[in-house]
């Protein structure tokens, strides 16, 4: 059973930074690509950024490529999103997926975790 939970979101400045993580307390994430994806108010969820289960292999959206950094703690099944450098435009809730088809461009799997909240407002 995959268990998928997200923390670190809050209300920044425009230019300030947040690290949000996700943990997957369920089967063997170790083994699963997983990936960040955010819905902002009134649109779309939108892929955000993903990583293998080795890590090797990492991709971004292009409005986050320089920002934001993916990265994993397989032995603790921890997913993180370090975010820099944050606008206005980033203000969303943000998803944790696991276990996706990354063969290509990541697909999300069904399962999700519940988002946490980042807001970006001066």
């Known amino acids: 059973q995959v268990q998928v939970a997200e923390s670190g979101g809050g209300s920044v400045q425009p230019g300030a930074s947040l690290k949000l993580s996700c943990v997957d307390s369920g089967r063997a994430p170790q083994l699963l690509a997983m990936a960040w994806f955010r819905q902002a108010p009134g649109k779309e969820r939108e892929f955000v950024a993903a990583i293998s289960w080795r890590g090797g292999t990492i991709d971004y959206a292009d409005s986050v490529k320089g920002r934001f950094t993916i990265s994993r703690d397989s032995d603790k099944n921890l997913m993180f999103l370090q975010m820099n450098d944050l606008k206005i435009e980033d203000t969303a809730v943000y998803y944790c997926?696991?276990?996706?088809?990354?063969?290509?461009?990541?697909?999300?799997?069904?399962?999700w975790g519940q988002g946490t909240q980042v807001t970006v407002s001066s």
């Open positions: 997926n696991v276990g996706g088809n990354y063969h290509g461009p990541y697909e999300p799997s069904p399962f």
